[in-house]
């Protein structure tokens, strides 16, 4: 069924056409502009039109049936497309995915604000801004991550992966990608730049995984009459896992090598070293957080009449200290401490290194070196404060 407008609303929606026509030919004939000028010059007379335009239909669709449809966003849209220029992208990320439907494209960088002041039927509208796709984008998202760490981790147990997942698809990476792609600049909406800014930017996260469901509509979902092509099928999930797994690899490649350094964890390991001691020592661990941010990591040290046997890192107090008391158990200095039934059965007979276990090692493999600079800090404070009180 052919969608009717009124004849004076289709008049004025031409005419913003028009005028937009007029104003390219023209504008080829002004000083070159830079493309942020082109861009805020453009932005600004859509922005005139558009509010014209409002009021206008507004006025005039007062008196059209409520059940008759509108083809008035879908006429708007032709006045203003989305263009993505790969120049002004980070030159650190990848391309982006090809969606070449301009239809999804203007709906992938429309905000509901941008439509709900229209005087528009709701149906209308929820087929015009981005919150559906960005629904269906994040689903998406989340399975393509999935299922390459999946691939890629056959050593990792579900709670391993989860958490490498999420170390992948929080809120703030992103961000920093839609950011990365200027996907807050393209987005069409009724707030100020600042208002986009607030709670974390999430709004302009959401046109990332908008994106994401572009990518679903465009080359994998099903046709109206129930059809796939599966080369395009195959191609939409190609091109997604690709995006992603480029956008993810610094954090897959310090996995791997997590995973390959770092042993799983004994939690039995505080309990044994103190077991395996001479009951004249006595086992002290000094930990504190390695990192300012919110994903904080912990560094621990174990220490033996005060000879520091063991580093160990975690993202709990506890987890850094076990793992610390691993490395002890490891140690072969911290032979010199164990019971003498153990020394006994010990091949190794190392002598005690006073300097080497005084202060901590500049290196470790398990620990990286700025970890081990804040925990030599905090060793030093402590021994102040010691000095301080004698």
């Not at 690899?249 to 939690?267: C, F, H, L, R, Y």
């Not at 490891?330 to 006994?344: A, G, T, V």
Request: aromatic content about 8%; some cysteine; overall charge negative.
């Amino acid at each position: 069924m052919l969608l009717r407008t009124p004849p004076k609303t289709t008049t004025l929606i031409q005419t913003a056409n028009e005028n937009a026509q007029n104003y390219n030919a023209t504008s080829s004939d002004q000083p070159t502009l830079s493309n942020d000028s082109q861009q805020q010059t453009h932005d600004q007379t859509f922005a005139s039109e558009l509010g014209f335009l409002r009021k206008q239909i507004n006025i005039e669709q007062s008196s059209k049936p409520s059940s008759e449809p509108s083809n008035i966003i879908t006429r708007v849209r032709r006045y203003s497309s989305v263009e993505l220029n790969p120049d002004d992208f980070d030159s650190n990320l990848p391309p982006l995915p090809p969606i070449p439907n301009p239809e999804i494209l203007e709906r992938v960088f429309t905000h509901d604000s941008f439509v709900n002041v229209l005087n528009i039927d709701e149906q209308t509208k929820l087929q015009s801004h981005n919150q559906r796709l960005e629904n269906l984008g994040d689903a998406f998202l989340n399975f393509i991550s999935a299922l390459i760490l999946y691939e890629l981790f056959p050593e990792f147990d579900e709670g391993k992966l989860t958490i490498l997942k999420a170390k992948i698809i929080n809120n703030q990476n992103i961000l920093k990608w839609a950011r990365g792609y200027k996907f807050d600049a393209k987005l069409r909406k009724n707030f100020s730049d600042h208002d986009g800014d607030l709670g974390d930017g999430k709004v302009y996260s959401d046109v990332f995984e908008a994106y994401m469901g572009a990518i679903v509509e465009y080359y994998i979902s099903e046709t109206i009459d129930g059809k796939m092509d599966l080369d395009q099928v195959g191609k939409g999930h190609l091109y997604a896992k690709e995006w992603i797994g480029s956008l993810a690899s610094g954090i897959i490649q310090n996995a791997k090598k997590e995973s390959k350094t770092v042993p799983d964890i004994d939690k039995n390991a505080k309990q044994d070293l103190n077991l395996m001691l001479d009951l004249c020592y006595k086992v002290k661990y000094l930990t504190v957080s390695a990192t300012p941010d919110s994903d904080s990591k912990f560094v621990s040290c174990v220490r033996i009449d005060d000879k520091i046997l063991g580093y160990g890192v975690g993202g709990r107090k506890k987890v850094a200290e076990t793992r610390a008391a691993m490395d002890a158990i490891d140690n072969p200095y911290s032979i010199q401490f164990f019971s003498e039934q153990l020394r006994l059965k010990s091949k190794d007979q190392i002598m005690l290194d006073d300097k080497r276990l005084d202060c901590v090692v500049s290196s470790h493999p398990n620990v990286p070196d700025d970890y081990l600079q804040v925990l030599s800090l905090a060793l030093a404070k402590e021994q102040e404060e010691k000095n301080n009180m004698q």
